[in-house]
């Protein structure tokens, strides 16, 4: 069935620094991915989405492009913020009308 | 232009009570899917509700049922309550037509303790 596989965390970096939170899918069709954000104490808010090859989804300063030939849709920022410290999920959007979630990477920035 | 609304924030019941939990849509919405978020984890489907109906379920026992009202709000009822359904049950609403491509709109949750 379709599933997403997502980098474990906790992941602390640096403010400023890179991010690089890699996700892999796998799905029959052509599914939607999508990543969203649950800051503390928050429900869950859509960050970005792909909704077919080659697409690139941004939002923020984050960015993901939907890669068919390697099933992956990494989300990547190139300088994060404090801001930024949240959990993070990717997620699909089957054929069967329901989003599949990622267990998700919790991210910390230090100032 | 009101978001997804979840009440109660917060709830706790003994094991074997049973629970029901509410949500409205964000204005314009018509199709509204749960989840559930046990701790750590990514949330899980449940089920989710079009046209006062269930669409589509997720791999959760009959204990878990649902409704959808005229107005687009739901009901997520719990029976028979279990230690192990201690989490954060999530409402998300949609527009149909979109299928699995539709970005959902989560609202804030309902914290559930069963002890």
């Known amino acids: 069935g379709n599933s997403v596989t997502q980098m474990e965390g906790p992941v602390t970096l640096s403010e400023e620094a890179f991010l690089t939170i890699n996700c892999t899918y796998t799905a029959t069709g052509y599914p939607s991915l999508f990543w969203y954000v649950q800051y503390p104490g928050e429900g869950l808010q859509l960050l970005l989405k792909?909704?077919?090859?080659?697409d690139k989804g941004s939002n923020k300063g984050f960015e993901a492009t939907y890669r068919k030939e390697t099933t992956s849709f990494h989300l990547e920022k190139g300088s994060v913020q404090v801001s930024d410290s949240a959990v993070y999920f990717c997620a699909l959007g089957s054929s069967a009308s329901k989003i599949i979630f990622g267990s998700g990477t919790r991210l910390s920035i230090r100032p | 232009d009101a978001g997804v609304t979840q009440s109660p924030t917060h709830l706790i019941k003994t094991r074997g009570q049973q629970v029901t939990l509410r949500c409205s849509p964000k204005?314009?919405?018509?199709?509204v899917s749960w989840y559930q978020q046990a701790l750590g984890q990514g949330p899980q489907f449940i089920f989710q509700?079009?046209?006062?109906?269930?669409?589509q379920r997720g791999n959760f026992p009959d204990r878990f049922s649902g409704h959808q009202f005229p107005n687009y709000s739901s009901e997520l009822n719990v029976n028979a309550l279990l230690l192990g359904d201690s989490a954060l049950y999530l409402c998300a609403s949609s527009l149909v037509g979109t299928g699995g491509n539709s970005p959902l709109h989560f609202g804030n949750g309902t914290r559930l303790t069963v002890t």
């Open positions: 509700y079009y046209e006062e109906e269930e669409r």
């Open positions: 792909a909704t077919k090859a080659d």
């Open positions: 204005s314009g919405h018509d199709t």
